[in-house]
């Protein structure tokens, strides 16, 4: 449970079911109000999900370059 990627899906996947439900019940949530309310805080954590995800493919990104950059070296002092 230790992998960012799974996490990131897991919360997807909790959102989806939760926004599911909202739509689903719409005649209960309008009655009191809350609906909207819900339907925000769900996009607001759909939107923090995203840039979490984005921010890991980019470190992702970040780290391969690094290791190629390392690779090349080596490469570059071993002919030297």
Known sequence: MNDP???IQIFQMMLAQLEAMVSMMPEL???DGRSESIGNQIASYQSKV???K???RQQKDHDERK???DRSNKLN???T
């Open 67 to 69: 290791r190629e950059i």
């Open 5 to 7: 990627a799974k996490l």
């Open 54 to 56: 984005n921010f890991l």
């Open 50 to 52: 995203a840039r979490l």
């Open 77 to 79: 002092r071993r002919k």
């Open 29 to 31: 949530m309008t009655e």
